[in-house]
Structure formats: C-alpha cells, structure tokens
C-alpha cells in the first residue's frame, strides 16, 4: 500500500531559476545605496520572504531605514524584478519538471504549489504550467514564513491529504525544515551538504522517478 498521495512543489529553484532575476534587482538596489551584493550573498536570500531578504540587504551594506522607506524600497525592487519574470517563457522550466509532473498526473498523484513568492500566479502562468496544481498556496495566502509549515500544511489541507500522505520538494534549507515540521516527506533539490535532512537529495526533478518516489514509502 503507497502512502504517498500528494506531492507539494516549492517554485523557486525547483521548477524555474528565478534566483538570477532577484539577484540583478536586489543588487541594483545596493548598488544605488553604494555597496556591492555578490552572487554568494545572494545564497542568503533562497527561501527568504521579500521584506525578510531587504532586511539582510541592509545588513550587508551596513544601512538603517524605516518601515517606510523599506516598503518603498520592497516595491522598487519587485518592480525590477518582475519585468524580468514577465520576458520568462516555458523554456525557463528547468529540466524534468514537465516530465515529471505528467507521471505525477498519470499515477493518479496530486499536485500543489508551496511557495514564499508573491508572484507565484505570475510566474506560473508565464511557464504555462498553472493547469498542473490543484492547489496553489503562495506568498499572499501564508502569515508565517518557512521554516514555518504553514504553506506546506495548507497545500495539503487544499488537497484533502494528510501531511504525512505527503512529499514536498524545497532547495532552501528553510523550505526542507518546514516540511519535517509539518510532518511530511522531503525532496532535496541542490546540495546534499545544505539539505542533508532531507528524506532524499537529488539535483534537479530530472532525477526523479515513481521508482525514486516511493522509496519515501518506508
Ligand atoms: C522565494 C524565493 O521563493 O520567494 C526568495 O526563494 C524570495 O528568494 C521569496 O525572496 C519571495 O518572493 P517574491 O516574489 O514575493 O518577492
Ligand atoms: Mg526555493
């Protein structure tokens, strides 16, 4: 008997590499304050919500502002950003995902979003892949950021699936804790010396099959 009856996507460095486009914008951002933001501070910011990686921004440059200059701040910087989503097309979809997410579907298994992102809807629906989640729980739907559970509990709760029916697939270490918080199955997707507690580590969802799948049966 398989226990495993939904699996909960992360979006960002799971299903798209949108990590490029918030490191262009969060790093004009600090350079119009006059100080550098490298591709390795940048690491930093996977799995953070916005106003939590302005913050770490700030922190670098070493820079105080008030809860209102970094709202404005937030808003520039997604402003930036998403004009670059908006260009992304369905060959911004890293490799595997399509593939896999069909054998979820043909294997009667179901499929949601978990993601931080407040663009979520947006990015989705420029990779043209909306059509594949039955729920999407995004970063305008959560109150509690990852490491948290709440998005990952209530991508299950929107698929009428016990958590620990479920698998979820994060590449931040933030994303994998909130999943074992919830008490589901998780999918690595990165670097195992990052996400080492993780149920399984793979480098991307092309290294994923049923077979690999329901190895988290046990
Ligand atoms: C996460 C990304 O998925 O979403 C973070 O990994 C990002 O880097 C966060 O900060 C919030 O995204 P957005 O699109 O709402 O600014
Ligand atoms: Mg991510």
Redesign the pocket.
């Known amino acids: 008997m398989t226990k495993i009856k939904a699996c909960i996507f ?5 299903i798209v590499d949108t990590a490029k486009f918030h490191y262009i914008a969060w790093k004009e951002l600090a350079n119009e304050m006059g100080f550098d933001f490298t591709t390795e501070d940048n690491e930093r910011l ?2 953070v919500s916005r106003m939590t990686s302005l913050d770490i921004l700030l922190s670098i440059g070493k820079i105080e502002k008030s809860e209102e200059e970094k709202l404005a701040m937030a808003t520039k910087k997604n402003e930036n950003y998403v004009t670059y989503i908006l260009k992304m097309g369905p060959e911004e979809i890293l490799p595997g995902t399509k593939e896999f997410l069909d054998t979820l579907k043909k294997e009667g298994i179901k499929i949601a979003l978990g ?2 992102s407040k663009n979520a809807m947006t990015i989705l629906e420029r990779l043209e892949l909306t059509h594949y989640f039955e729920a999407i729980i995004d970063g305008t739907k959560v109150s509690k950021a990852k490491p948290d559970p709440e998005v990952f509990l209530k991508g299950a709760q929107a698929l009428g699936v016990q958590p620990e029916n479920c698998v979820v697939f ?3 270490e933030a ?1 994998v804790e909130a999943a074992l918080a919830g008490g589901m199955k998780c999918v690595g997707i990165g670097n195992a010396a990052i996400l080492g507690k993780a149920h399984l580590v793979v480098d991307g969802l092309h290294q994923m099959n049923m077979q690999k799948l329901y190895t988290l049966n046990n």
């Open positions: 992360d979006l960002d460095g799971v996977k799995g993601s931080a994060e590449d931040a994303g």
